[in-house]
């Protein structure tokens, strides 16, 4: 099996999907979900980068009210996708914890966590392939070798 079938396996057989809208039920009010990465230290330092000296501003003329209406739009605690996806293996689950922030910025999801579910992915889009723009970057992330190395290539 080629690298992008074993994505999709790893995918389907090791990881659940759960409706955001059970997480709306489930966390009324939205304090108990908890975003592990990227912290909002981390998008303030990339949105002042972006936004504040690329047009000539010093980052002590921001605002920080400007940063959280980003951060919120972007990083929302019900991402955009109708899903989460939460590990079913505990290794799995560990090390998406461990390394969120690298996951995060290497991979382009949003990683949670909440007591009940533990450490859960969102993302914040739609409309395009999730396993070439997020899907196969975990699995190179994750050292995952369940593919031949001589088969190359994103056919299914």
Not at 3 to 30: F, G, H, N, V
Not at 57 to 81: F, Q, S
């Amino acid at each position: 099996m080629n690298e992008m079938q074993a994505c999709r396996l790893w995918i389907q057989r090791d990881w659940s999907m759960i409706p955001t809208s059970l997480l709306e039920k489930a966390y009324p009010d939205l304090v108990e979900i908890e975003i592990l990465a990227p912290s909002f230290e981390e998008f303030r330092k990339q949105y002042f980068k972006d936004y504040c000296e690329s047009e000539g501003r010093r980052c002590e003329e921001c605002k920080d009210e400007y940063c959280v209406e980003a951060y919120n739009d972007e990083i929302p605690i019900i991402p955009m996708w109708g899903y989460v996806f939460v590990p079913d293996d505990i290794v799995d689950a560990r090390w998406l914890q461990n390394h969120a922030e690298e996951i995060a910025e290497e991979c382009d999801v949003i990683v949670y966590y909440t007591d009940e579910i533990g450490p859960y992915i969102g993302i914040n889009g739609a409309g395009y392939d999730f396993y070439e723009a997020h899907w196969i970057k975990l699995y190179r992330l994750r050292g995952l070798k369940w593919h031949d190395e001589e088969e190359v290539g994103f056919e299914a």
